[in-house]
C-alpha cells in the first residue's frame, strides 16, 4: 500500500451542492451525507467506540472531522472541472460550505452516515500477521509467508500498517549482516541462552495476542552493579524498545514524569496500541500498582472524557526500562505477572551502539538494511510461538534485591553477626544496630521494620530459620548453615506414571483400583487437578492425576473428550466418591470448587496435607507442596515455570504434564503418610 492521494472517480451518486433558480448554491443535507459516503466515509466501532472512519477495500483509516473537510476540499479543486459550465464559481461552492459547515459537520448531522461494523484482523494464539506498505506477512511456527491483504479475513486498521515495504529474502541473513541481531547477541553477552531469552522477548511483544495464562509486564534491567546499588544505565534498553516500535504501535511514556497512582498517566494510550513502554522509570515505583493492567482489561483515562475500557483480549503488553528494581510484594501474584531480563555490560559509557557499529541506528538504514530487520524481528516472533517466553537465569537480580529490601549497612551488620552467633536477639539486635553507628539517626529503621528487614535477609541469603521461643518468638536462630542438601529428583528414581486418555486405559485403571482398593482397606486415593487457570468458573480442568500406591500415577487426561468428560471419568467415579475410601489433597479448598462446578462430589473422609503440615508445625512460614516435599522427603519437584516453558498448559506435551500431575500426587500420597505418623507421634 502506498501514501499516496486517492484517485476519486467523477461519478459522484449525489452532488454536494446545487444551484438555485435564482442562480444561487446551496449544499442541502442529506447530499451532503451522501457524497461523504462516497468519499467512503462512515461511523463505525472499532475496539469498543464510535469512530468516523474511512474504508478502502479492508484498509481503515480512523478520521477527524477536519480530515474529512480536507478529502472534500480535495475533491472540488480536482473535479470542479465537470461544473465549469453550470454559471458558478470554485469559490461560490467554498463560500456555501463555509456558511453551513456547522450544521454538515455537526455531530447530530453525522449520525446520519451509515454505520457499518468493523471487524478487525486479529492475532490468533499460533498464529501474528505484520502489515507492511506492499503486503502483509502471516508468521506461523513452521512458515513465514506473504499474503494479499484483499485475501485477510478482517479489517486492517492504518496506524497498525508499518510505513515501509518487505520481501522475503532469498537466503537467511547471517548474524554480521543484520546490526540489530548482532547488537541482541551483544546485550545477551554472547550467551546462546540469553540471546534466546532476549529473541523470546520480542517475540513475545510482537505477538498481539493475550494469553491469561502467560501475561507479563516485561521489565528490562542492567545486569551490573556496584555494592551502593548504584547502576550507570546506557546498557541499550531504550534502543531495545525503540526496535520494537517499529514492527508495532508503541505509546513510549517517560519514566521520569510517570506517576501510577495518577488516573492521566495512560492518557496517551490508544485502543489501537499493542505496545505501552514506560522508558527510564524512576525509582521507587511499586509493581503492584500494575498488576490490574498487566493481567486485566486496560482502561484508558483522558482529562474531561469519558474513560476508554480496552478489554483484556485487545489491551496492550507492557514493557518497562529501569536502573532501579520495581518495588513488589514476595509471591505467585508478583512472579505470575512480572518477567525481568538484564542486560550485559557490553554497552556503557565505555562503549556507545553508535561507536560500535559506526552509524545510527533506524536513521541510517538503507532499504536492505530495514527488510533485514524486519525479517529478523519477524523471525524472534517464530522462535516465540514455537518455544514461549524463555527465562535467562538472573546475573544479579537476587543480589540486588536483597540491597534493595535490607539496606547495603544491615546487610553488613548482619554478616558480622552470624559469624559470631546463629541465634540472633531480636531487641538486643536491634539496639545494636541503631547505637553502633551504622546508618545516621534520620534513616533508622523502626524495631517492626528492622525485624521484617531481617526476616528478607534471611531468606534472601538461604538461611533456614526459626523464631524461638515458640509463645514469644524473641529469637530468630539460624538452623542449617550447611552446605545446600542434594535432593533427589525425578531423573533418580523409578516412577511408574501412565497416561489414561482413551477407553481401553481407562478399562486397565478401574482393575488396578478394584484390586488394590480390594486388599487395602485402610488404603488412600491422593487426587490433584491441573488446570487453565485458578478461577473455577472461567477456567477448565486439564487432567485429574490419581496416586494409590508409592512411585505410581494415572493421569486422566481431559483434553481428547470434548464435552463426554462425565462419561469418560464415570468409571472412576465410585472409587472417587466412595465414602469408604480416604482422598488426600494439597490445597483441597481448590480442587474441591473445580470438581463440584463439574457435577463431582467427593464423599467420606478428606485429608489436605497443607493443613496436616500447618499442624505439624504452625510456625513455619510456608506449607506449599513443593516446599515440604523438600522438607520431609527430600524431594525436588518439576517447577512450574519449568514445565510450562512460556506456553499455555494446554500446549505442553501430554508425557511431561502427566510426569508433573502425577509427581504432585505421589508426593501428596506420601507426605501424608509420613505428616500422618509425625502427628500420631505426637499424642
Known amino acids: 500500500m502506498k501514501n499516496e492521494k486517492n484517485e476519486i472517480t467523477q461519478k459522484v451518486i449525489s452532488t454536494p451542492f446545487r444551484k438555485t433558480a435564482k442562480g444561487r448554491i446551496y449544499i442541502p443535507t442529506m447530499d451532503f451525507i451522501n457524497f461523504l459516503n462516497f468519499l467512503s466515509f462512515y461511523r463505525a466501532k472499532v475496539n469498543g467506540m464510535l469512530e468516523y472512519v474511512q474504508v478502502k477495500g479492508n484498509l481503515v483509516k480512523i478520521v477527524d472531522k477536519p480530515f474529512m473537510i480536507e478529502v472534500c476540499l480535495d475533491w472540488l479543486e480536482n473535479n470542479f472541472e465537470s461544473y465549469s459550465n453550470d454559471g458558478f464559481t470554485i469559490k461560490d461552492v467554498l463560500e456555501s460550505w463555509v456558511a453551513k459547515i456547522r450544521v454538515l459537520m455537526d455531530e447530530k448531522t453525522l449520525y446520519f452516515l451509515p454505520t457499518i461494523e468493523i471487524l478487525l484482523h486479529l492475532d490468533t494464539e499460533n498464529e501474528s500477521y505484520f502489515y507492511f506498505k506492499n503486503t502483509a506477512v502471516k508468521v506461523d511456527k513452521y512458515s513465514i509467508t506473504l499474503v494479499d491483504y484483499k485475501d485477510l479475513n478482517g479489517n486492517v486498521l492504518e496506524e497498525q500498517i508499518i510505513d515501509r515495504e518487505f520481501k522475503l529474502p532469498k537466503s537467511g541473513s547471517s548474524k554480521t549482516s543484520v546490526p540489530f541481531q548482532r547488537f541482541i547477541c551483544n546485550i545477551s553477552n554472547q550467551l546462546p541462552d540469553r540471546i534466546n531469552a532476549f529473541e523470546s522477548v520480542?517475540?513475545?511483544?510482537?505477538?498481539?495476542?493475550?494469553?491469561?495464562?502467560?501475561?507479563?509486564?516485561?521489565?528490562?534491567?542492567?545486569?551490573?552493579?556496584?555494592?551502593?546499588?548504584?547502576?550507570?544505565?546506557?546498557?541499550?534498553?531504550?534502543?531495545?524498545?525503540?526496535?520494537?516500535?517499529?514492527?508495532?504501535?508503541?505509546?513510549?511514556?517517560?519514566g521520569k514524569d510517570f506517576d501510577s497512582r495518577n488516573n492521566f498517566s495512560f492518557q496517551r494510550v490508544s485502543p489501537q496500541t499493542n505496545i505501552v513502554a514506560i522508558n527510564d522509570i524512576k525509582e521507587n515505583q511499586n509493581f503492584e500498582m500494575f498488576y490490574g493492567r498487566v493481567t486485566d482489561g486496560f482502561t484508558i483515562s483522558k482529562k474531561y472524557k469519558t474513560d476508554v475500557y480496552v478489554p483484556f483480549c485487545l489491551s496492550p503488553k507492557m514493557i518497562i526500562t529501569s536502573n532501579y528494581l520495581l518495588k513488589a510484594p514476595m509471591g505467585n501474584s508478583t512472579e505470575r505477572r512480572r518477567y525481568e531480563i538484564e542486560f550485559s555490560e557490553h554497552y556503557g559509557k565505555h562503549l556507545t551502539v553508535f561507536e560500535d557499529f559506526e552509524h545510527y541506528f533506524f536513521d541510517d538504514w538503507n532499504t536492505d538494511q530495514w527488510n533485514e530487520f524486519s525479517m529478523y524481528m519477524i523471525c524472534c516472533i517464530q522462535k516465540y510461538l514455537n518455544s514461549g517466553l524463555v527465562q535467562a537465569d538472573s546475573i544479579n537480580l537476587n543480589e540486588r534485591r536483597l540491597i534493595n529490601d535490607v539496606g547495603i549497612e544491615l546487610i553488613e551488620f548482619l554478616d558480622e553477626e552470624l559469624i559470631r552467633s546463629k541465634k540472633l536477639h531480636k531487641k538486643e539486635l536491634f539496639q545494636t544496630f541503631v547505637k553502633g553507628g551504622y546508618v545516621s539517626y534520620k534513616y533508622q529503621p523502626t524495631q517492626k521494620s528492622f525485624t521484617t528487614r531481617l526476616k528478607k535477609y534471611l531468606e534472601y541469603k538461604g538461611y533456614n530459620y526459626k523464631e524461638t521461643p515458640s509463645n514469644t518468638k524473641i529469637y530468630f536462630e539460624v538452623v542449617n548453615n550447611s552446605p545446600p542438601i542434594v535432593y533427589t529428583t525425578i531423573k533418580d528414581i523409578s516412577v511408574d506414571y501412565r497416561i489414561v486418555d482413551t477407553k481401553n486405559k481407562m478399562t486397565r485403571l478401574v482393575k488396578e483400583l478394584t484390586k488394590y482398593f480390594g486388599e487395602n482397606r485402610q488404603g488412600v486415593l491422593a487426587i490433584d487437578l491441573e488446570t487453565t487457570g485458578l478461577d473455577p468458573h472461567n477456567d477448565e480442568i486439564e487432567c485429574m492425576a490419581l496416586t494409590f500406591k508409592e512411585r505410581t500415577g494415572f493421569n486422566v487426561s481431559f483434553r481428547m473428550q470434548k464435552g463426554k468428560i462425565l462419561d469418560f471419568?464415570?468409571?472412576?467415579?465410585?472409587?472417587?466418591?466412595?465414602?469408604?475410601?480416604?482422598?488426600?489433597?494439597?490445597?483441597?479448598?481448590?480442587?474441591?470448587?473445580?470438581?463440584?462446578?463439574?457435577?463431582?462430589?467427593?464423599?467420606g473422609q478428606i485429608k489436605d496435607t497443607m493443613i496436616m503440615d500447618y499442624l505439624l508445625d504452625p510456625n513455619r512460614k510456608t506449607h506449599g507442596l513443593k516446599e515440604i516435599s523438600k522438607l520431609h522427603l527430600g524431594y525436588c519437584q518439576v517447577n512450574y515455570e519449568e514445565m510450562l516453558k512460556g506456553k499455555s498448559i494446554k500446549e505442553v506435551p501430554i508425557e511431561e504434564l502427566t510426569n508433573y500431575a502425577c509427581e504432585d500426587t505421589d508426593q501428596t500420597f506420601q507426605l501424608y503418610h509420613y505428616i500422618n505418623n509425625q502427628l500420631n507421634s505426637k499424642l
Open 202 to 254: 520480542i517475540g513475545y511483544m510482537l505477538h498481539r495476542y493475550q494469553n491469561p495464562a502467560n501475561s507479563k509486564a516485561v521489565i528490562l534491567l542492567d545486569g551490573t552493579i556496584n555494592e551502593l546499588n548504584i547502576v550507570s544505565g546506557g546498557s541499550g534498553k531504550s534502543l531495545f524498545v525503540k526496535g520494537l516500535s517499529y514492527m508495532r504501535s508503541l505509546c513510549d511514556i517517560s
Open 569 to 603: 471419568i464415570q468409571p472412576i467415579m465410585p472409587f472417587v466418591t466412595s465414602e469408604t475410601i480416604t482422598k488426600v489433597f494439597h490445597n483441597a479448598k481448590f480442587d474441591l470448587k473445580f470438581l463440584q462446578l463439574y457435577g463431582i462430589e467427593i464423599n
